[in-house]
């Protein structure tokens, strides 16, 4: 066996899960990671997973996978980053068990993440949230629980592991009534609920039967909803929605949507930008800065409160050259 398969297996058991201990959202993103790599290392050399050597992922072979991912599996830039993320995480560990491998960990450490154009957020008017809560088919079982979850996350901007993480007893009734999650860096916070949510929240718990630690919004075999089912049914209750709102676009419509749809809510009721950091669970407030940029709004408001120049409208026209030199004197 190579010195890749017990320093990769390490990297898993020892480094992000003791000394790390990082989530398991963050472990599977990894795995994932890594499994494509050792999968594309292996077609380009032939050899067995359990038979790469370290000079086998070597810098070359690092940048023909990204480009793999971007030209071949057609990936974004973010998720090409989000890879090199987690292949430079493993290198950075390898760096400290294989320093005879030096020269090629450093040159992988070296890749540069791609940079790329960030767009202005979708988000939904109130309308259109509207249409989307009530597109469910609340005869059925299932539409009644998809009501429930799209209310809940265009209310609470939850993110969608968020959501599917949360179980039965994470929700209080009540004076302080709140959702408590678990977020990125495996950090808790509570999101308030309102008298709507609450309701809407009491009937389903009563229905889909209150057992603190199973799952909020299960299947139908009680198992957790995967944040690819929440995908399809958003888009699937958004194409439904589209008929009665037509400026709903079900193509560009994700779980996401829904978080920026809150967050601009709270930015249009006038809430400052640090709460509502904290409301979404930002870890720098730099990130909540994206909504003030896709708030036209707010920018309208600064523009009326600019005082008109006075300048008369006009071509600029020299002085006479006789009077300039007169009054030069």
């Known amino acids: 066996m190579s010195p890749i398969a017990p320093t990769l297996q390490a990297f898993f058991t020892d480094r992000l899960t003791k000394q790390r201990q990082v989530s398991p959202r963050t472990i ?64 950075g560990f390898a760096a400290l068990r294989h320093p005879e491998h030096a020269e090629v960990i450093q040159q992988v450490l070296a890749i540069p993440a791609k940079r790329f154009d960030k767009q202005l957020i979708t988000f939904l008017t109130a309308t259109e949230i509207e249409a989307l809560i009530d597109a469910p088919d609340t005869d059925r079982w299932e539409g009644r629980r998809d009501r429930a979850l799209l209310l809940l996350a265009s209310q609470t901007g939850l993110r969608v592991a968020e959501m599917t993480g949360l179980n039965c007893s994470d929700i209080t009734f009540g004076d302080g009534s709140s959702i408590r999650c678990m977020g990125k860096g495996r950090k808790r916070r509570a999101v ?14 009563t229905e889909r039967g209150d057992v603190p630690d199973q799952p909020l919004f299960p299947t139908r075999t009680g198992r957790r909803l995967s944040t690819d089912t929440v995908e399809r049914l958003v888009r699937l209750h958004a194409a439904t929605a589209a008929r009665t709102c037509p400026t709903i676009r079900p193509a560009e419509l994700h779980p996401h949507v829904l978080r920026h749809t809150c967050a601009m809510s709270l930015l249009h009721a006038g809430i400052d930008t640090a ?55």
């Open 28 to 91: 599977a993103s990894y795995r994932d990671s890594l499994r494509l790599l050792i999968g594309f290392a292996q077609e380009r050399t032939g050899k067995t997973p359990s038979r790469l050597e370290w000079t086998d992922l070597d810098a070359d072979l690092i940048a023909s996978f990204l480009d793999h991912l971007e030209h071949v599996r057609h990936n974004s830039a973010r998720t090409r980053n989000l890879r090199l993320t987690a292949i430079r995480s493993l290198f």
């Open 192 to 205: 308030p609920l309102t008298t709507t949510t609450q309701a809407v929240l009491r009937v389903w718990l």
């Open 275 to 329: 709460v509502i950091a904290l409301w979404l669970g930002h870890a720098d407030i730099r990130s909540t800065g994206i909504y003030l940029h896709t708030d036209l709004t707010i920018k309208q408001r600064a523009l009326d409160a600019m005082t008109s120049p006075s300048t008369k409208p006009g071509c600029y026209r020299p002085r006479d050259k006789l009077l300039a030199f007169l009054e030069g004197l």
